[in-house]
């Protein structure tokens, strides 16, 4: 009893402590950078997409100029690299591969615009990692932009826009016509060293940028923008990929803004790669369904994850964390703090029942782990409900710590947490957090 006392005490100090200095801490990050990871360089040769023969009308297919000028920068290697110059003007294209050591650059008022020729488009496998396409059986459509095994790969410019022209492929999925799944608008594949900044990415077909089996990716300063209506267009999905970077962003979409994952069910499993050391920072945005993500896919495990200064406004979900069983895999160790919503319908969910099965040969014993989520510092205002931390029973999430978040109801009263299978420690939550959290740190996790 005596010991639980001191305990007690010397965790109510700490709290105290801690709460005190947390004012302190958003300024202590806000100086840090992506940019170490992979920084911006210069290549020595520039050559134009004119020089390939493109005309940017609007109207003049350029498939073969960018073909042509990236078959040239990968055969005809340049020591130090190519940029590739896309000037002022609308660039219409099938999709197309980048390559190595190269530099796709878009000038201020470059708009590279994804034809709409929906019939020639390419298909590729699926992934391993998902046995499947994502929306539909069997292969799906090539990513519009696609790298597939390369290293040292910027994109980046003045702003220019890459405009997938989404709106064929989303009545495709409304009228239940797709054959296949749709499009990316830009992937990598087993790559390494991609930068990606300074582009608008506008109403991609599918998911937006999707760096998949990668290492070594820095995504800032972009803007990703399709309307709430859009099916599926995920802003930035990094799936089964290490060292991963994305800040200073603005992303409004049909989907999730960002979600972290590693693959489907018993596909994701036997590939095993999972999704480890991602920081993402500075995001503001807004979307019908979940602004942070990690999952449903996580099959390969998603862990070492850092998530900061998020602002976040007319959403769904404020932060989701999301699996289910025949899921197996991980979510460990994730920190989101330092997040502001404004018009939310949930805050927080974390929730061990999200997600479709890719084909019945999943295993529902396999029963993910959710282990060490620290989510503090958090100030909601127009919250419908505060949230619910729902785990699996026979697989109850564990060391789940809610510190100093504060959400507050439109006007009316706002709906209570929901817990069940699930422990942690809540400190400083309001509303009153469920009885699931306690409000004693036993151990040191939570705060950190
Ligand atoms: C692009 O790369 C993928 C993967 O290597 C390949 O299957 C596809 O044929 C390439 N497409 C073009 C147009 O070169
Ligand atoms: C491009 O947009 C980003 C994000 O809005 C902004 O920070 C940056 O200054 C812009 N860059 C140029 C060259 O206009
Ligand atoms: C947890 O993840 C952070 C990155 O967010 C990392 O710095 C830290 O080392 C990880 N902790 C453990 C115990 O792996």
């Given at each position: 009893m005596e010991r639980r006392g001191i305990t007690a005490a010397t965790a109510t100090v700490a709290v105290l402590l801690a709460l005190l200095l947390t004012p302190l801490l958003p300024q202590a990050v806000?100086?840090?950078?992506?940019?170490?990871i992979v920084p911006m360089r210069s290549r020595r040769e520039v050559i134009s997409i004119e020089d390939f023969g493109g005309i940017g009308d609007g109207r003049t297919d350029n498939t073969w100029p960018f073909r042509k000028a990236i078959y040239r920068i990968q055969h005809l290697r340049r020591q130090g690299g190519t940029l590739l110059y896309v000037p002022r003007g609308v660039w219409l294209t099938g999709s197309f591969n980048v390559t190595s050591h190269m530099t796709l650059f878009l000038a201020r008022g470059a708009v590279i615009k994804a034809s709409q020729d929906t019939e020639k488009w390419p298909l590729v496998e699926p992934l391993p990692s998902y046995?499947?396409?994502?929306?539909?059986?069997?292969g799906r459509y090539a990513s519009f932009i696609l790298g597939y095994g390369l290293r040292d790969v910027i994109i980046t410019g003045e702003n220019g826009t890459i405009d997938g022209q989404g709106g064929v492929w989303w009545d495709m999925w409304r009228q239940r016509t797709l054959s296949f799944t749709r499009p990316n608008l830009l992937e990598f594949m087993h790559s390494t060293d991609i930068h990606i900044s300074n582009i608008i990415f506008k109403n991609?077909?599918?998911?937006?940028?999707h760096p998949v089996y990668c290492s070594n990716v820095v995504i800032r300063s972009v803007t990703i923008l399709a309307p709430h209506d859009s099916p599926n267009t995920d802003g930035i999905d990094p799936d089964s990929s290490s060292n991963v970077c994305i800040e200073d962003s603005f992303i409004s979409t049909g989907d999730d803004l960002v979600a972290v994952k590693s693959g489907w069910d018993e596909y994701g499993i036997a590939y095993g790669r999972p999704s480890t050391a991602i920081t993402i920072r500075r995001i503001t945005g807004s979307s019908p369904f979940s602004a942070i993500a990690i999952g449903s896919e996580a099959s390969g495990g998603v862990e070492n994850i850092l998530i900061q200064n998020i602002n976040i406004y007319s959403t769904g979900i404020g932060i989701h964390i999301k699996t289910n069983a025949g899921r197996g895999g991980y979510i460990r160790n994730v920190t989101i703090s330092d997040v502001y919503m404004n018009?939310?319908?949930?805050?927080?969910r974390i929730a061990g029942d999200v997600g479709d099965h890719p084909?019945?040969?999943?295993?529902?014993?396999?029963l993910p782990r959710v282990d060490g989520v620290t989510i503090r510092n958090v100030w909601g205002v127009g919250v419908n409900e505060a949230g619910s931390i729902e785990g699996i029973k026979g697989s109850p999430f564990t060391r789940i710590c809610l510190w100093n978040v504060k959400l507050w109801g439109v006007g009316r009263q706002m709906e209570a947490w929901k817990c069940a299978a699930v422990s942690g420690v809540a400190v400083g939550v309001q509303p009153w957090p469920c009885g699931e959290l306690t409000g004693i740190m036993s151990t040191g996790f939570c705060y950190s």
């Open positions: 806000a100086e840090e950078s992506c940019s170490g046995g499947r396409g994502r929306e539909r059986p069997g991609s077909p599918f998911w937006n940028i018009r939310v319908g949930k805050g927080v084909d019945d040969k999943f295993d529902p014993g396999a």
